[in-house]
């Protein structure tokens, strides 16, 4: 079974610093895709960073970075220069190819993480 | 230019009424989806649509229909509500296997009372 597990339930971070948010999770697939969302007051689910199993080089986005151990299974997001917009709710996301392999549809989201910025 | 949108955002009704979500998307996506966020913020899909087609039927009760007349659209259709349908529901669209992600409309809060 595909699990997504964020261990992490709140986190914070003052203004400029650096904040990192932890992700594991579990698939038999060699070939995969994870996402970071990120879900602030307003409800909007919006997409931080993704990251290609296949690359060993890790996904940047502005500000946002991640640390992807494929091994360890493990897939981190770095937050730099935190800003106060920054607060909101973060999920990790892995999404599973459906029976007939012509969507990867299925995402199977963590539990999240609350992210507070401090001014 | 909204690229998800749903409507209604709010939605407050009483048990044992039927109510519909719409959604409609302007990416050109292919596949259609109906998440639902429970009261703990928890992320759950329940179905997903490729080109018109049901892909995805998570175990969901019958009294919830999905309906996608064309690619751009994926209506959420609930029968005789109850207590326990009150949450978020969210629609989201992807192209292809969805490796360049997927974009989110920005929900729909039901509550049943």
């Known amino acids: 079974a595909q699990t997504v597990t964020q261990s992490q339930p709140e986190m914070s971070v003052q203004e400029a610093e650096t904040v990192t948010l932890s992700c594991t999770y579990d698939t038999s697939e060699s070939d995969y895709y994870l996402f970071w969302y990120k879900q602030p007051p307003s409800r909007q689910m919006i997409l931080v960073i993704r990251q290609e199993a296949y690359k060993q080089q890790n996904a940047t986005e502005n500000r946002f970075s991640v640390n992807f151990q494929k091994a360890a299974k493990s897939f981190s997001l770095k937050i730099s220069d935190s800003q106060l917009g920054d607060a909101a709710m973060y999920f990790c996301a892995l999404p599973l190819k459906n029976a007939g392999g012509t969507s990867y549809g299925k995402l199977t989201f963590g539990q999240g993480t609350i992210l507070t910025v401090h001014p | 230019d909204t690229a998800v949108s749903q409507t209604p955002k709010y939605l407050v009704t009483q048990m044992g009424n039927d109510k519909s979500i719409k959604c409609e998307q302007n990416l050109g996506h292919d596949t259609m989806y109906w998440y639902k966020q429970d009261s703990k913020k928890f992320l759950k899909i329940m179905f997903s649509y490729n080109n018109k087609e049901l892909i995805i039927n998570e175990t969901v009760p019958n009294r919830f229909s999905p309906k996608s007349p064309d690619k751009a659209h994926l209506n959420l259709h609930i029968n005789s509500l109850e207590l326990g349908d009150s949450a978020v529901y969210f629609c989201?669209?992807?192209?292809?296997?969805?490796?360049?992600?997927?974009?989110f409309g920005s929900g729909t809060r039901l509550t049943v009372v």
């Open positions: 989201a669209s992807s192209q292809g296997l969805g490796a360049s992600g997927y974009t």
